[in-house]
């Protein structure tokens, strides 16, 4: 068998693509050539229709058949330990017992990040492919349970992929504690070479080769205006038509378009106090419930935050020591 060793399951959104980059330099690492092979969200093929616009694409990159998914590993050097990265692995409780039956001994990787600011990013990237077409974040969350219900894709659950609390106890009832190792998004991005030394300490590798993450790639935010309406209404439909053609030739009708919707798009504007006024209290109780699962203080994220993200009122540091000496929250 060539199976991983160790997965970063979750949270999208919350730095596992910079996660996963940084980790492919360690020379005692290696890291699957495809970052999100997915082959735990189903026990067969994914679906082949319906879904939101463009699942019907995404699903077609799942590393689903398990020859090909050990495939990904069999370039491993001797001696490495192999990873993987699919962020949808946490938020997925299936995908957790599949886990548990293949891999019982596999390390699990989590980073979380606030709930609210994961969400938006989340709705920004697909809002600024011209996939989702509502342009307020908080009526988008609000058409969620009715996404859920017609079967979109988990991309699209902008609160349920932020309810960490939950998954991480159910995780804890599979996996024993010691497996698992939680990050937070604002450590890995403020504090890097620590975050990085804390994974490899994790995955008993070498400490003090890695010291920095990629540079983040934000997503520009396109207005909202008759152009973008416009071409957004190409790409769904794009998408729509995709779904009937072979292979990649959909992404070949979609992705031109996608490129013209980011030209000129303005910088990612910060989630408001009054959108995050409306969203806290849909994340309140599982941030309490989180705080108790992990013996660490998330109310900062239940905080009114300034332009640039910051808590209002915090100490300059922001750092609270969690008891289980690996999660700081701040």
Not at 226 to 249: E, N
Not at 318 to 328: D, E, K, S, T, V
Request: charged share 25%; net charge neutral.
């Amino acid at each position: 068998m060539s199976l991983p060793d160790f997965l970063v399951i979750g949270a999208p959104k919350a730095g596992t693509t910079a996660l996963h980059t940084a980790l492919a330099g360690h020379p005692q690492l290696f890291m699957s050539p495809v970052k999100e092979p997915k082959f735990f969200l189903t026990d067969g093929p994914p679906p082949r229709r319906g879904g939101g616009p463009g699942d019907v694409q995404t699903w077609r990159e799942h590393v689903w058949d398990r020859d090909s998914y050990e495939a990904l590993f069999s370039g491993r050097p001797a001696g490495a330990l192999a990873g993987e990265s699919t962020p949808f692995y946490l938020h997925d409780l299936e995908a957790q017992r599949r886990i548990r039956k293949l891999m019982p001994d596999a390390k699990l990787i989590v980073t979380v990040r606030d709930p609210v600011e994961r969400a938006h990013s989340n709705w920004t990237h697909l809002w600024s492919a011209g996939l989702e077409p509502i342009h307020d974040l908080v009526r988008a969350c609000e058409a969620e349970p009715r996404r859920v219900e017609a079967g979109w894709s988990a991309f699209w659950h902008y609160i349920g992929l932020g309810k960490y609390g939950e998954q991480l106890e159910h995780l804890f009832t599979l996996f024993p504690r010691d497996q698992v190792l939680v990050l937070r998004y604002r450590d890995i991005v403020d504090f890097p070479a620590g975050s990085l030394d804390q994974v490899c300490a994790f995955l008993d590798v070498k400490q003090g080769v890695l010291a920095e993450l990629p540079r983040e790639n934000v997503t520009a935010h396109p207005e909202h205006t008759v152009s973008h309406l416009a071409l957004s209404r190409l790409v769904r439909a794009g998408a729509a038509v995709s779904r009937h053609l072979p292979g990649t030739i959909g992404t070949r009708i979609t992705d031109p378009l996608e490129r013209k919707l980011q030209e000129n798009g303005q910088q990612r504007r910060p989630v408001s106090w009054e959108e995050r006024e409306q969203l806290i209290p849909r994340f309140d109780a599982d941030i309490r419930l989180l705080g108790e699962v992990l013996g660490a203080d998330f109310t900062d994220w239940l905080q009114p935050r300034d332009r640039s993200g910051g808590l209002v009122g915090s100490r300059p540091d922001g750092q609270r020591q969690a008891r289980n000496g690996q999660l700081r929250a701040g």
